[in-house]
């Protein structure tokens, strides 16, 4: 299984990008996000949401972006609003499956400029 993530590109500072990520075939998941890893950096949890609907966010993009997810068509989505320089990186989506499974996105890349 595989996801494949996509959306990324070059917008400027006070833009918007919207990501989405689909997965190759159905699973079972009951946890899906997505990451961030900007240049030098560690890889950086920045939103996820359960089957239930709960969802929560990295305290550098709350407010701005916003993760949605649909678990029966194994799709999530993240709407990144107010983007900043900051925000530049290469984000992965995830997911976690209920067999236990951590799958990952290829990476999209996101560059914000100044």
């Known amino acids: 299984v595989q996801l494949q993530a996509y959306g990324g590109g070059l917008v400027q500072a006070g833009g918007f990008l919207r990501l989405s990520c689909a997965a190759s075939?159905?699973?079972?998941?009951?946890?899906m996000g997505w990451y961030r890893q900007a240049p030098g950096k560690q890889r950086e949890l920045l939103a996820t949401?359960?089957?239930?609907?709960?969802?929560n966010y990295a305290d550098s993009v709350k407010g701005r972006f916003t993760i949605s997810g649909d678990f029966a068509k194994n799709t999530v989505a993240l709407q990144m609003n107010s983007l900043k320089p900051e925000d530049t990186g290469v984000y992965y989506c995830?997911?976690?499956?209920?067999?236990?499974?951590?799958?990952w996105g290829q990476g999209t890349e996101v560059t914000v400029s100044s």
């Open positions: 949401i359960t089957r239930g609907g709960s969802t």
């Open positions: 075939r159905s699973i079972l998941s009951n946890n």
């Open positions: 995830t997911a976690h499956t209920l067999g236990g499974s951590d799958l």
